[in-house]
C-alpha cells in the first residue's frame, strides 16, 4: 500500500557514529519504498550553515538523502531548533523540497499538519525568548556572515550552554503546551498533527471545539531509529534497528 514515512531528531553528527549506521540502514532499505520521507527538523546536531556543505560527513548524509530521491521518493525537509540555518543550497544538493513551519498537507485523504514542535513548548518561556531571536532574519543574516569557524564555535557554546539549563527545568515546561495545541489546531481546522522536538513519542488525542483530532509525537535517534508509517488506513510507529 502507498505509504509516507516521518522522521524527527536525529541528531546526526560525527561523534554519534551509531545513529549514523541506523540512518544509513533506513536510507538504503526502509526510506526508498516510501512515496515521500518528511523530515521534521534536527536531521542534524547543528548546522552553522550552507557553506558546511562539504564537510565530509555532511557529505554522507547528504549523500543518503539524494540517493533516497533518485529512487523515486519524495524528500522534504523541515528546520528545527538545531538545524534552522539549513538552505536552498542544502535541499538542492539533497534533491529535497524545504518545508514551513508549520506545513499542512493531504495525506491519503486525511488533513496532517506538521511541525516541528518546539513553537508548542509555550510553557518554556526563556526557549521561546532565544527561538524568536534566532528566527529574526536579521540576526541570522549577521550570524551567516561570521566566519564559518567562529559560527561552529558559538554554537557548541550554545548546546553546552543548553544542556546545562535542562538540568534546572522541570520536565512538564519542556514538553508541549496543551493549550497551545488545541489554539493550533483550532487554525488549521481540526487536522491530524505530527511532530518532533520533545523526544516523547507517543499518541495523543484531543478534543477541541468538539471535534477529535490526532496527535503523533515522533522519536529521538540514538541507537535505534523510529519512523511514522502512514497510508490510507492510519499510522504507526516503526522501529528502525541497526544493521
Known sequence: MPHSL???DLHLGADQPQSMAVFRRFASGIAPQAEALYILGDLFEYWAGDDDLHDPFHQ???AALRGIAERGTKVFLMHGNRD???GQALAQ???ATLLGDPALIDLYGTPTLLSHGDTLCTSDTEYQRYRAQVHDADFQRQFLARP??????YIEQLRAH????KQHKASAIMDVNIDAV???????RYPRLIHGHTHRPNRHEHIVDGHRCERWVLADWHREGSALHCDANGCRSLDILPE
Open 6 to 8: 516521518f522522521i524527527s
Open 60 to 62: 554522507q548524509v547528504i
Open 84 to 86: 534552522l540555518l539549513m
Open 93 to 95: 544538493a539533497c534533491h
Open 148 to 153: 564559518l569557524a567562529e559560527r561552529k564555535a
Open 162 to 165: 543548553s544542556k546545562a539549563e
Open 182 to 188: 488545541a489554539a493550533l489546531l483550532r487554525e488549521y
